[in-house]
């Protein structure tokens, strides 16, 4: 077989790795390995490059992708997609292996959706892909942030301040969330779990008045200037308040090793779903097995965390 490997949407702390274990696994069964250069944006413009054993070494401990990521957005046009179609048929190849999150699980069954065989793993920080426990790059993020939050409490406390930590996951919350609980947090406010404004401040309040040296809230983007906030708390809890935007950091750097283990295990899992005929799904771990799942089953489903919420009930102070 031919088979191509590609990563798209944000790229992820252990994208790598998973190339490495597609491009050694294939290579174990004999098959020729293929790599698209920016995601969906390489399959449009025919950028495919061979890759060898030799290729990938190296790069089991790199963050980032090797072979490049975009967004497309027009991706999801049928005849653009026909065009991605034609150049995976026009040089002979077998078989695709999407390493992405939950929009690129869907570019995936689009080209299922036009008969060409794929199979989706998931690569994001976000964690947002329903079917899996974990996605590629959560662990090392969540990490990055835990870092962040130890490092922002130490300050907080010299100063008697209240810190909100502002971390990515886009519609998800759940960097913020199992970040909140890692780092100890008084407040995790999350799409799932909005902000309640007059509770967080009477707290902040009460806080101040007991004299506790520091606060510490978590918040998922994308739902409020954070900077603004910490300058009503300031105001209306007397509790000094500063924010900060991790941003970017969060998707660089190293892969922990839970998810180098992930990667690898994916990966090659991902090469024998193909060989075996499958198409239009995606692979997930649950309970620490491997598991497969149907794209149309995946896409647009979110996860259910609500008994994560109860413990931040029940560590609250
Ligand atoms: P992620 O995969 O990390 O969730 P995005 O949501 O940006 O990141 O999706 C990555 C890419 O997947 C998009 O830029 C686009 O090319 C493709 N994609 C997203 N949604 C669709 C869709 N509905 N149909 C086809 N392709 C899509
Ligand atoms: O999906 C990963 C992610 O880092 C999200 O957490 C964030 O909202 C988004 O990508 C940022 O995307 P961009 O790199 O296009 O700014």
Redesign the pocket.
């Known amino acids: 077989m031919k088979i191509a490997v590609l990563t ?3 790229d992820a702390p252990g994208m790598n790795a998973a190339i490495r274990a597609v491009v050694r696994t294939g290579l174990q069964y004999g098959h020729e390995m293929f790599g698209v250069v920016d ?2 944006r390489g399959l449009l413009e025919d950028r495919f490059i061979p890759l060898t054993s030799k290729d990938v070494s190296g790069m089991l401990n790199q963050g980032g992708t090797m072979l490049g990521t ?4 027009e ?2 046009e049928i005849p653009v ?1 026909q065009v991605a179609l034609d150049n995976l048929r026009n040089r002979g190849i077998d078989g695709l292996v999407v390493i ?8 995936a ?2 080209l299922h959706n036009l008969e060409f065989p794929t199979v989706a793993i998931p690569g ?1 920080i ?1 964690n ?1 892909v329903f079917g899996t426990d974990f996605t590629i790059g959560f662990h090392t993020a969540l990490n990055t942030i835990v870092d962040a939050i130890d490092k922002l409490r130490d300050t907080s406390s010299s100063h008697r301040r209240c810190s909100i930590i502002e971390v990515m996951g886009r519609t998800s919350g759940d960097l913020a969330l199992y970040a909140g609980i890692c780092g100890g947090a008084e407040f995790i406010i999350t799409p799932e779990s909005p902000i309640d404004k007059d509770k967080l401040i009477s707290t902040l309040k009460r806080h101040n008045q007991e004299g506790r040296r520091h606060a510490i809230i978590v918040v998922t983007e994308q739902q409020f200037d954070v900077h603004k906030l910490a300058a009503e708390i300031t105001i209306k809890s007397g509790f000094s308040t500063r924010a900060t935007v991790l941003g970017y950091i969060q998707r660089g750097g190293r892969p922990v090793a839970e998810d180098r283990i992930l990667a690898s295990r994916m990966g090659s899992f991902a090469v024998e779903k193909l060989m075996e005929g499958q198409s239009g799904i995606c692979i997930g771990i649950h309970n620490d097995e491997l598991v497969t799942h149907s794209l149309l089953e995946i896409v647009n489903h979110p996860k259910d965390r609500a008994k994560l919420y109860e413990l931040v009930k029940k560590l609250r102070s």
């Open positions: 798209s949407g944000g995601g969906y975009s967004r497309v957005p991706f999801k997609q992405g999150g939950e929009g690129s699980y869907k570019g069954l689009a994001t976000d947002d």
